[in-house]
């Protein structure tokens, strides 16, 4: 008699747990599942983490990033001015000075529904030739890439990724 309890427990557990799952719309019955995964960045900072250079010195540091399989991001000097292009940015007060930005030259695109379009975008792996100037110490810095990133026909909104580089100015 006792197994067969234990089996009538189970199965109106298991039937309220399913009602329960219906009655909210066929969302999940542990929170945080019902939403889905963050998607990755369109773009990633790769590296250097950490970088030291001269104190009061301005120094040519390279930045290393990735765009996502199947997308691409419009160049520094896009096509068209409605499109958003990529700029690298160092906050202000933050130990460290952004002399300058020397961007890659961007790849020509067509689009697959207007081929006579050209766009000049980044791809893959590119880098950024930072011209840095750092004070005495060291500087966690929250610099920041601005991006526009597209697939074949469409473009999401303007985003912005975290570039953190510890600076150590010596």
Known sequence: M???RFTTRIVVITALMLASTLARGQRPLIDGLDHPAAKPAAVAFLYPEQITIPAGKPTT???????????????????????????FTVPANSGVELISTVYPQ????????DPKTKLSVYSGEF??????KATPGNHLVEASLRYQACENNTCMPPKTVPVVIDVIGK
């Open 106 to 113: 961007g790849t020509e695109f067509a689009l697959p529904l």
């Open 61 to 87: 540091v390279t930045l290393h990033f990735r765009v996502a399989p199947g997308l691409h991001i419009n160049s520094h000097t896009p096509t068209a001015d409605e499109l958003i292009p990529t700029v």
């Open 127 to 132: 880098t950024l030739q930072a011209r840095l």
């Open 2 to 4: 006792s197994g067969m």
